[in-house]
């Protein structure tokens, strides 16, 4: 039962990890893009809403080798764990 404990905490984990790479970068561009909506006075919802989107795209894209060899790992490792266990 303590494996399960571990396997769905190592879970959370990885998926904290994981998204905190595109959500760092979502932050950092939506308070760039409310900085300059505040010196310019430009309140157009459209301003915020795509560069966020577009950089956030790019991050998984360029992250994506990344999030894949960590899933495949815990993948593989929860797989043996279940084979280990029917085994038994």
């Known amino acids: ?29 939506g308070l760039l893009i409310s900085f300059f909506q505040a010196l310019t006075q430009i309140q157009e919802q459209t301003l915020t809403f795509v560069p966020k989107i577009i950089a956030t795209i790019l991050t998984i894209l360029i992250t994506a080798p990344f999030m894949l060899v960590q899933l495949d790992t815990f993948s593989r490792k929860v797989f043996d764990l279940m084979l280990k266990a029917s085994q038994h």
């Open 1 to 29: 039962m303590n494996q399960y404990v571990e396997i769905a905490q190592e879970a959370l984990w990885l998926v904290i990890w994981l998204s905190l790479a595109p959500l760092i970068v979502s932050l950092i561009v």
